[in-house]
T-cell receptor, first 113, second 108 residues
Framework: EAEVAQSPRYKITEKSQAVAFWCDPI?????LYWYRQILGQGPELLVQ????????DSQLPKDRFSAERLKGVDSTLKIQPAELGDSAMYLC???????????FGEGSRLTVL | AQRVTQPEKLLSVFKGAPVELKCNYS??????LFWYVQYSRQRLQLLLR??SRESIKGFTADLNKGETSFHLKKPFAQEEDSAMYYC??????????FGAGTTVTVRA
């Protein structure tokens, strides 16, 4: 069964360092999402792509976060520089179309020391 | 702005007892409501959506527009229902917003 792949599963870094997360959605899924989940809270949407275009990045802290999906397939989320408050689970999800069921990856857990 | 509220962080019930997870929302238009579930060591996955009007794993949820609620119910809880449950809302922009989640523990 096709699944959303994310890497790395775990990342420990020091503040002010750069961090990157990768996501490979289910083949054929046009919509890709990056969510951040802080412990004890629900997932919060950071950025939403339709193919290679950003359709919503209103909650993305653009001074330090960037996301791209250059060929409309896999995607990278980058944080530079990382801050202590960035410690969270970063979830990637994809859907066949923008109103469809979201399929989530296992997530990348970031710890910033 | 759209907002989803799940007032219960934790819910503990005995096996065979009914379980109800509360979800309230605020949205000015006509939203689509969902319940997502995360079992231990598994991915977050869709449980049900209000437009399908299905019963999934014995769970049902009715959208009450007057009370702006979408509570999740099951008449007889099973141990395998122990999980984290998230209520979510999608508006006209198809942006999916999640509540904070409710951890359900079903005791034998």
């Amino acid at each position: 069964e096709a699944e959303v792949a994310q890497s790395p599963r775990y990342k420990i870094t020091e503040k002010s360092q750069a961090v990157a997360f990768w996501c490979d959605p289910i083949s054929g899924h046009a919509t890709l999402y990056w969510y951040r989940q802080i412990l004890g809270q629900g997932p919060e949407l950071l950025v939403q792509f339709q193919d290679e275009s950003v359709v919503d990045d209103s909650q993305l802290p653009k001074d330090r976060f960037s996301a791209e999906r250059l060929k409309g397939v896999d995607s990278t989320l980058k944080i530079q520089p990382a801050e202590l408050g960035d410690s969270a689970m970063y979830l990637c999800a994809s859907s066949l179309f923008d109103a469809g069921e979201l399929f989530f990856g296992e997530g990348s857990r970031l710890t910033v020391l | 702005a759209q907002r989803v509220t799940q007032p219960e962080k934790l819910l503990s019930v005995f096996k065979g007892a009914p379980v109800e997870l509360k979800c309230n929302y605020s949205y000015s238009g006509s939203p689509e409501l969902f319940w997502y579930v995360q079992y231990s060591r598994q991915r977050l996955q869709l449980l049900l959506r209000h437009i399908s009007r299905e019963s999934i794993k014995g769970f049902t949820a009715d959208l009450n527009k007057g009370e702006t609620s979408f509570h999740l119910k099951k008449p007889f809880a099973q141990e395998e229902d122990s999980a984290m449950y998230y209520c979510a809302l999608s508006g006209s922009d198809y942006k999916l917003s999640f509540g904070a989640g409710t951890t359900v523990t079903v005791r034998a």
